[in-house]
């Protein structure tokens, strides 16, 4: 029987959750129990409670986003230390040994379920989901290589050594597409996205715009004009499980200005990424998750400005592989389509030559 493997993610980021997430159904798929657990689940009470304080901020200023990215520190001190001594204990009884972090603030944890163990034999894995250390990982310094670390993007080599994929659906031909770009600012909202639409809207294009409050959705569904707008629920936590004790991907709904939102299920991957499939180009700062879905989608990705170093260096991989362009470059071609369809037709290529995370995780079950 193939041993279970622990995935390790976190809320404060959908760029970590969302590949979290797919890993597990596709593990589940090979026959490989998979299982998630969130940085949340161990935060003190207090911390908790102050995350849709700071999202919002971060969603309203990306000036506040940035100074706060600055800010991250060691895990420890937001960690109840009564539940992080409860989930290792169990986690011993379960006999967990196959480990998979994609952010590094579970470091702490994992270094101590290690010496719990003493001699026993704990594979730990970090997952890189960006091309650069993100601070999650860079605040821990020298104790990242204390265990292996698998980048998609090792840095300094300019390739897709990997990916997660988000669908083996066959991309979308770029001529068969609507005509309307995908506009939006990663799991939390954050970034320049919102002061585009208007020189947008003026130079004629169409977008599909997410948003992240229902005050603003519902203002900008009854603005009208040839944009669609969708939400994403703001109710719903990363944390949260259902019913059956799993977590979910985000409620997705589009929004019409007389009609109830209705959020559909989704399965083996969001929702957002079937409009990202059928779209033109994808419109945001380089996240990590953004990366994946411009690659599985093979959907262009034209960038803002980054948020942090290592979404900077995600767009100087994205760009110097042909596979994205700086808004600003698009801008000055005018908009133009047919740069958008060579990319296109690069993302294709590169889809095909990349490995799948998938693959080495499931190498020895």
Same mark, same amino acid.
């Given at each position: 029987?193939?041993?279970?493997?622990?995935?390790?993610?976190?809320?404060?980021?959908?760029?970590?959750? +969302?590949?979290?997430?797919?890993?597990?159904?596709?593990?589940?798929?090979?026959?490989?129990?998979?299982?998630?657990?969130?940085?949340?689940?161990?935060?003190?009470?207090?911390?908790?409670?102050?995350? *849709?304080?700071?999202?919002?901020?971060?969603?309203?200023?990306?000036?506040?986003?940035?100074?706060?990215?600055?800010?991250?520190?060691?895990?420890?001190?937001?960690?109840?230390?009564? $539940?992080?001594?409860?989930?290792?204990?169990?986690?011993?009884?379960?006999?967990?040994?196959?480990?998979?972090?994609?952010?590094?603030?579970?470091?702490?944890?994992?270094?101590?379920?290690?010496?719990?163990?003493?001699?026993?034999?704990?594979?730990?894995?970090?997952?890189? /989901?960006?091309?650069?250390?993100?601070?999650? &990982?860079?605040?821990?310094?020298?104790?990242?290589?204390? &265990?292996?670390?698998?980048?998609?993007?090792?840095?300094? !080599?300019?390739? +897709?050594?990997?990916?997660?994929?988000?669908?083996?659906?066959?991309?979308? *031909?770029?001529?068969?597409? !609507?005509?309307?770009?995908?506009?939006?600012?990663?799991?939390?909202?954050?970034?320049?996205? $919102?002061? $585009?639409?208007?020189?947008?809207?003026?130079?004629?294009?169409?977008?599909?715009?997410?948003?992240?409050?229902?005050?603003?959705?519902?203002?900008?569904?009854?603005?009208? #004009?040839?944009?669609?707008?969708?939400?994403? %629920?703001?109710?719903?936590?990363?944390? =949260?499980?259902?019913? %059956?004790?799993?977590? %979910?991907?985000?409620?997705?709904? !589009?929004?019409?200005?007389?009609?109830?939102?209705?959020?559909?299920?989704?399965?083996?991957?969001?929702?957002?990424?079937?409009?990202?499939?059928?779209?033109?180009?994808?419109?945001? $700062?380089?996240?990590?998750?953004?990366?994946?879905?411009?690659?599985?989608?093979?959907?262009?990705? +034209? &960038?803002?400005?980054? &948020?942090?170093? =290592? !979404?900077?260096?995600?767009?100087?991989?994205?760009?110097? /592989?042909?596979?994205?362009?700086?808004?600003?470059?698009?801008?000055?071609?005018?908009?133009?389509?047919?740069?958008?369809?060579?990319?296109?037709?690069?993302?294709?290529?590169?889809?095909?030559?990349?490995?799948?995370?998938?693959?080495? +995780?499931?190498? #020895?079950?």
């Amino acid at each position: 029987m193939a041993h279970t493997v622990t995935l390790l993610s976190a809320g404060n980021s959908l760029g970590v959750y +969302i590949p979290a997430k797919l890993l597990q159904l596709q593990l589940r798929k090979e026959g490989i129990p998979a299982d998630i657990y969130m940085l949340e689940h161990l935060y003190d009470d207090e911390t908790r409670e102050n995350i *849709p304080r700071y999202r919002k901020a971060f969603h309203d200023s990306f000036k506040v986003a940035k100074t706060g990215y600055k800010l991250a520190r060691d895990s420890r001190s937001s960690l109840d230390e009564s $539940k992080t001594a409860a989930l290792l204990e169990q986690w011993r009884q379960d006999g967990r040994r196959r480990f998979l972090a994609l952010t590094g603030f579970w470091i702490p944890v994992l270094e101590r379920y290690r010496d719990m163990l003493g001699g026993t034999e704990v594979d730990i894995r970090l997952i890189r /989901l960006d091309a650069s250390d993100t601070p999650s &990982f860079s605040v821990y310094g020298d104790a990242c290589s204390q &265990f292996e670390n698998i980048w998609l993007y090792p840095p300094g !080599e300019e390739r +897709i050594a990997q990916t997660i994929a988000v669908s083996t659906e066959k991309a979308v *031909p770029f001529e068969k597409r !609507e005509r309307r770009y995908v506009i939006h600012g990663g799991g939390w909202g954050i970034g320049t996205y $919102k002061d $585009k639409i208007s020189e947008l809207t003026s130079a004629g294009a169409a977008l599909h715009i997410v948003t992240y409050y229902r005050e603003g959705a519902q203002q900008a569904a009854h603005a009208g #004009g040839n944009h669609r707008y969708y939400l994403l %629920d703001p109710e719903w936590s990363p944390w =949260h499980r259902n019913a %059956d004790g799993d977590l %979910d991907f985000p409620p997705f709904a !589009e929004i019409h200005a007389s009609q109830p939102n209705t959020y559909g299920d989704s399965h083996d991957y969001p929702r957002a990424f079937e409009l990202i499939r059928h779209s033109s180009g994808i419109i945001s $700062k380089p996240g990590g998750a953004t990366l994946l879905d411009s690659l599985a989608a093979a959907t262009p990705l +034209i &960038f803002l400005e980054p &948020f942090g170093e =290592h !979404e900077r260096s995600n767009a100087r991989l994205w760009e110097s /592989l042909g596979l994205g362009i700086s808004y600003e470059a698009w801008q000055a071609q005018h908009y133009s389509a047919d740069v958008l369809e060579q990319i296109h037709h690069n993302l294709v290529r590169a889809r095909d030559e990349s490995g799948n995370l998938l693959h080495e +995780i499931t190498n #020895g079950r």
